[in-house]
């Protein structure tokens, strides 16, 4: 499986570019959006990418962050949502965009997508919506842009893991109330990714934390969500 492609922009054609990776081209189709944010020609590029099987085709999408490109792979899910569709989706609303239509139950914004109708609009909010929260909390982790150079650098772990590796002294499991705190720091960073102030997202988290001692981080995001809707 091809996951991720780095090397030299070749070409940019209407929906797909060329990347020379040391001497083999690939031909990597992406959205308006991708494509509008990729440096110019002979430029360094590097795309997270996703492998398209069937029996006559070989098809590889590519996508910005991971983030984009969990959001394709969960999209696909959907009957009758296929690559074209996902990629016409994403293109039209952006990862954050697609998390805030999905959770708030707006399908209008998800039939600005070109092709998606409002039967595919609805069935796509119905079936993810509940599944929407899991791909936003973990937002935060996958949310940066592939590295275009050849060395990837080790990154640094996760807020999870550091909060919980360093939750006690001799490798102590993390209390509840730091597990609690870990939960509100991701659902907050996953808000503030959809465009909401750091007040607003900080009261909406604070107050379901407070209602909901014992909710995950998927749980928070989904109740401050509808607490901010109206806002």
């Not at 002979?42 to 910005?64: H, I, K, M, S």
């Not at 490798?171 to 720091?185: E, F, I, M, T, Y």
């Amino acid at each position: 499986m091809i996951g991720r492609i780095a090397g030299r922009l070749d070409w940019k054609g209407l929906d797909h570019v060329l990347i020379d990776c040391r001497g083999v081209g690939y031909i990597v189709h992406v959205n308006d959006r991708t494509l509008a944010g990729l440096p110019p020609v002979g430029e360094a590029v590097a795309l997270y990418t996703d492998l398209l099987v069937r029996e006559d085709l070989l098809q590889l999408f590519g996508f910005p962050t991971l983030l984009d490109k969990e959001w394709h792979r969960l999209l696909m899910t959907v009957q009758g949502v296929g690559a074209k569709a996902s990629m016409a989706i994403l293109g039209a609303l952006g990862a954050e965009g697609v998390a805030r239509a999905i959770t708030l139950g707006d399908a209008r914004a998800v039939q600005a997508a070109p092709g998606v109708g409002p039967k595919l609009a609805q069935r796509i909010i119905l079936e993810l919506k509940a599944r929407a929260p899991a791909v936003m909390a973990m937002g935060a982790g996958l949310a940066a842009a592939a590295p275009p150079d050849e060395v990837i650098e080790q990154a640094p772990p996760p807020a999870r893991a550091r909060a919980e590796k360093g939750a006690g002294k001799g490798g102590l499991a993390p209390s509840q109330a730091q597990k609690r705190a870990v939960a509100s720091a991701d659902a907050l960073s996953a808000l503030l990714n959809l465009g909401y102030g750091q007040g607003d997202a900080a009261e909406a988290v604070a107050r379901v934390a407070g209602e909901q001692p014992e909710a995950e981080t998927a749980t928070l995001i989904r109740l401050s969500l509808k607490l901010l809707a109206p806002r």
